[in-house]
T-cell receptor
Framework: EDKVVQSPLSLVVHEGDTVTLNCSYEVTNFRSLLWYKQEKKAPTFLFMLTSSGIEKKSGRLSSILDKKELFSILNITATQTGDSAVYLCAVVVLGVNRDDKIIFGKGTRLHILP | EAQVTQNPRYLITVTGKKLTVTCSQNMNHEYMSWYRQDPGLGLRQIYYSMNVEVTDKGDVPEGYKVSRKEKRNFPLILESPSPNQTSLYFC??????????FGQGTRLTVV
């Protein structure tokens, strides 16, 4: 059975700290890995990763994928209180009907203390 | 503005009373799906649709129905809601092999 596991489930740090969120997966027919940020409403898209070793970067956020070891990390440097959210990792696989299927992890709840 | 619109945003209903949650997207996306999000369980897919008149079950389809008569709309139907369907529901859409774009969510409580 395909699965996506995120760790830690919850994390509390002080403003200015750097955090690393982890996402490991066991799937067949991997297509891509997605990161989302969810505050109180809908998840908003952060990154899509398809190739190993190529870092995606947006401001203080960056992410990288390791397709050999089957994991991805999301780094946030110089954290701010506005980074407090649930971060979701999802893996896109090719389903049995040749449709894309998306499997979400349970998320990491990040809380930044001022 | 590109968006996925769900209605209603909040709903409290009683067991057994049929309800429909609407979802509409204005991006001409082929792919639409419904998720429910529950504490400790994450986002789980209920149903998805690859295109008009093409729908398929996700991981937790029991107790739900969908239809895709038009490309932009993908309503979620609960014929006889039960308390275990109390949840936060998200509709999402994307181009084929694109990244899902989520609606704002519908918080449903069934008493």
């Amino acid at each position: 059975e395909d699965k996506v596991v995120q760790s830690p489930l919850s994390l509390v740090v002080h403003e200015g700290d750097t955090v690393t969120l982890n996402c490991s997966y066991e799937v067949t027919n991997f297509r891509s890995l997605l990161w989302y940020k969810q505050e109180k409403k809908a998840p908003t898209f952060l990154f899509m990763l398809t190739s190993s070793g190529i870092e995606k970067k947006s401001g203080r956020l960056s992410s990288i994928l390791d397709k050999k070891e089957l994991f991805s990390i999301l780094n946030i440097t110089a954290t701010q209180t506005g980074d407090s959210a649930v971060y979701l990792c999802a893996v896109v696989v090719l389903g049995v009907n040749r449709d894309d299927k998306i499997i979400f992890g349970k998320g990491t709840r990040l809380h930044i203390l001022p | 503005e590109a968006q996925v619109t769900q209605n209603p945003r909040y709903l409290i209903t009683v067991t057994g009373k049929k309800l429909t949650v609407t979802c509409s997207q204005n991006m001409n996306h082929e792919y639409m799906s419904w998720y429910r999000q529950d504490p400790g369980l994450g986002l789980r897919q209920i149903y998805y649709s690859m295109n008009v008149e093409v729908t398929d079950k996700g991981d937790v389809p029991e107790g739900y129905k969908v239809s895709r008569k038009e490309k932009r709309n993908f309503p979620l139907i609960l014929e006889s809601p039960s308390p275990n369907q109390t949840s936060l529901y998200f509709c999402a859409s994307s181009f084929r092999q694109g990244t899902p774009f989520f609606g704002q969510g519908t918080r449903l409580t069934v008493v």
